[in-house]
């Protein structure tokens, strides 16, 4: 795609899937963006399939309603699956979609980014 055709294609407001945008980066970030939707997907990653217990002591700085709301918007989204097992007590497992897998090589080039940013600013105030 050309750079004109680039600059002419956020000047128009679409919409996808209900989300309204004026470029595909604009999208791309209501989509997966934010402080926990990255890092859900990160977690899952690896194809196994985690209860939202184990999520919550991946991320132990998210609230019980932050993870759930973001969770649902990934599902409404498709990037995930979420599979209710009819058992007592009920079961409830994420795993990625074709769609969520297809984000991860995004998201380790991020964290590769994230680990040249750490090495270049040793001893950062917490």
């Given at each position: 795609?050309?750079?004109?055709?680039?600059?002419?294609?956020?000047?128009?407001?679409?919409?996808?899937?209900?989300?309204?945008?004026?470029?595909?980066?604009?999208?791309?970030?209501?989509?997966?963006?934010?402080?926990?939707?990255?890092?859900?997907?990160?977690?899952?990653?690896?194809?196994?399939?985690?209860?939202?217990?184990?999520?919550?002591?991946?991320?132990?700085?998210?609230?019980?309603?932050?993870?759930?709301?973001?969770?649902?918007?990934?599902?409404?989204?498709?990037?995930l699956?979420?599979?209710?097992?009819?058992?007592?007590?009920?079961?409830?497992?994420?795993?990625?979609?074709?769609?969520?897998?297809?984000?991860?090589?995004?998201?380790?080039?991020?964290s590769?980014?994230?680990m040249l940013?750490e090495?270049?600013?040793?001893?950062?105030?917490?």
């Amino acid at each position: 795609m050309t750079k004109a055709a680039q600059q002419q294609e956020c000047t128009q407001q679409r919409c996808c899937a209900g989300k309204h945008y004026f470029c595909s980066v604009e999208l791309a970030l209501q989509v997966i963006g934010g402080k926990w939707k990255p890092i859900i997907l990160w977690h899952l990653r690896t194809g196994d399939k985690l209860r939202f217990g184990e999520l919550k002591r991946h991320m132990p700085n998210v609230t019980q309603k932050m993870l759930t709301q973001q969770l649902r918007e990934l599902e409404s989204d498709g990037m995930l699956l979420r599979e209710v097992y009819a058992q007592i007590p009920p079961k409830v497992e994420y795993s990625l979609t074709g769609l969520g897998s297809s984000v991860m090589p995004i998201l380790d080039q991020l964290s590769k980014w994230g680990m040249l940013f750490e090495a270049e600013h040793p001893g950062g105030a917490a």
